[in-house]
């Protein structure tokens, strides 16, 4: 899950397509469509994805806007307990 603001406004982004690119060492890559949802009353963009074993992962996002012509990209590292 992850919630997106407007750099220049601070408002939150409800207008976006926004992916998810999963890699796990030793594992295929795994594409996912983030839906925009709410929780607790304010939107967010989330989608389950199976993440098996306790291994390391990197999550690279893709926001895409319609008033832009470039995608934001943010990658996570996330690691699972051993």
Not at 37 to 59: D, S
């Amino acid at each position: 899950m992850v919630a997106i603001f407007d750099a220049v406004s601070g408002q939150r982004v409800t207008d976006a397509d926004v992916g998810a690119f999963l890699l796990g060492i030793g594992s295929a890559r795994s594409e996912h469509r983030l839906e925009l949802m709410a929780v607790n009353g304010a939107m967010t963009y989330g989608a389950f994805m199976k993440m098996p074993g306790n291994g390391a992962y990197r999550i690279r996002m893709e926001i895409h806007r319609r008033k832009t012509d470039h995608p934001v990209i943010a990658t996570f590292d996330y690691s699972g307990a051993d």
